[in-house]
């Protein structure tokens, strides 16, 4: 096959994406006392040291700086910020302030998530997102961290992936806190939407009060290609269109329009939803493959084909194929500028994570040729981390850590990266010497 030069808009932003839990160490919250249960985590792992990454980050940032990284997606641990309610920890707070100030002196664009599926145990004790207040709670969170951050030059997401905390958490009992119950996903859903719209409220009436210049706000999505197992049977048909409505788009719809969907169709119109998404955050991984006869939200899962490779532990098939379409019915559906701000693979396979990024950079580059307005790309993750369920089994780092010794060590799938980024995009060459040969 032949390839062509793809250069990539002059003010595309490259980078990568980590969250508080996964790597700092030393949290105590929602996720640290799930870890502790047994049989929850694959390798019997918990995230009590994962990467250091609390006293690590200037050394992390000096490396992604190495890579050539313009941008850096992390998260703030609510529960260092807030231990117990409406009390807040002004060390912590000053911690955040340095990791900011550490990426702003390397020239490397902070985007900071407010909530990346962690909670504080006070909020974990009252139901969390089953709890009617808790988008007010989270709101009067995102308001202090404006009031601390708003100094600095960021881009704000409120809430990492409000699907799979609604679905793992609630429906399919994978994650804290565990239940499996169709209403409530829908309850903790509805709730986070609510949380969304407070967060960005509360983040611009900061902004305005003090006369600074309004940020970029935006959700992260987890969107996933739903597939008819067969093409050519309706049931299948509408059924992965049913599932692509509710897993990827009932939401930021509603995000969007400022409307809460209603199961019975008369969604009530939410005023804090008003002006809160200045961009989308897709987070791409995989496909799903449905089938009528199986029961999808009962975790009834299709066989994977057996052609294609897979991500380590959690069995995520690489299908790139599914980027175009996914980003461009985003850009359909809201017109609204997009993020990429997570994409990537768990594998001790190298070359396979290279294959990876550069298949999935051509969908990219077909959106941007189709005129969707895309503002960056993030991989997931700067390092190895602790990959929740799978534990330290599962390896998306672009950089290695060698948990003994807590050592660093950069993959070539980082210099690769490196020299797209310098390349502005993937030339010729470079497809020809990563894809070719592939399958
Ligand atoms: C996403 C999460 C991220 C990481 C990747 C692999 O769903 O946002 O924390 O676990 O998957």
Redesign the pocket.
């Known amino acids: 096959m032949g390839y062509r030069n793809l250069e990539f808009p002059d003010d595309f932003l490259w980078g990568s994406a980590a ?1 508080a839990h ?1 790597t700092e160490g030393g949290n105590h919250n929602s996720w640290s006392e799930w870890e502790k249960i047994p049989g929850k985590i694959k390798d019997g792992s918990n995230a009590d040291i994962a990467c250091d990454h609390y006293n690590r980050y200037k050394d992390d940032f000096d490396l992604a700086k190495e890579l050539g990284h313009q941008i850096h997606r992390f998260s703030i641990e609510w529960s260092r910020i807030e231990p117990n309610q409406g009390r807040w920890n002004d060390s912590e707070l000053g911690h955040y302030e340095s990791v900011i100030k550490t990426l702003l002196e390397r020239n490397i664009k902070p985007m900071m998530t407010l909530h ?2 962690a909670n504080p145990i006070w909020f974990r004790d009252m139901d969390a997102w089953l709890n009617p207040e808790s988008p007010e709670l989270f709101g009067k969170y995102a308001r202090k961290a404006a009031e601390v951050f708003s100094k600095y030059n960021l881009i704000w997401n409120t809430i ?2 409000p699907m ?1 905390v609604a679905t793992l958490g609630h429906l399919f009992g994978e994650f804290p806190p565990g239940y499996k119950d169709f209403n409530k996903t829908i309850t903790a859903t509805m709730n986070m939407l609510k949380a969304h719209g407070q967060a960005a409220m509360n983040i611009r009436e900061v902004y305005d009060e003090k006369g600074l210049e309004q940020p970029l706000i935006a959700p992260v999505l ?1 969107v996933s290609y739903f597939m008819p197992a067969n093409a050519d049977n309706k049931e299948d048909v509408e059924l992965a269109n049913y599932l692509d409505n509710l897993y990827n788009q009932e939401w930021i719809r509603g995000a969007v329009t400022g409307i809460i969907p209603d199961l019975d169709g008369n969604g009530e119109r939410y005023t804090p939803l008003e002006n809160s998404v200045d961009f989308i955050g897709l ?1 791409y ?1 995989s496909r799903q493959v449905v089938s009528s006869e199986l029961d999808y939200l009962a975790g009834e899962m299709a066989p994977r084909n057996p052609n294609l490779e897979r991500c380590e532990g ?1 069995d995520w098939e690489v299908y790139p194929q599914g980027y175009y379409p996914i980003i461009k019915s985003y850009w359909d559906n809201y017109r609204k500028p997009i993020f990429l701000t ?1 994409n ?1 693979i ?1 594998t001790l396979d190298d070359m396979l994570k290279q294959r990876y990024i550069v298949s999935h950079l051509q969908q990219v580059y077909r959106a941007i040729e189709d005129k969707v307005d895309i503002r960056g790309y993030l991989v ?2 700067l390092t190895d981390n602790f ?2 369920t799978q534990g330290y089994s ?1 390896h ?1 780092g672009l950089v290695e850590i060698d948990y003994k010794t807590q050592e660093r060590h950069s993959r070539n799938s980082a210099f690769m990266y490196r020299d797209i980024i310098r390349n502005n995009g993937l030339t010729e060459e470079l497809q020809q010497r990563i894809l070719s040969n592939w399958r």
Do not use: A, D, K, M
């Open positions: 969250s996964q990346h599926f990492n992936e799979v987890s987070n991984y959690l997570e990537g768990g997931w993750s990959e929740w599962s998306f």
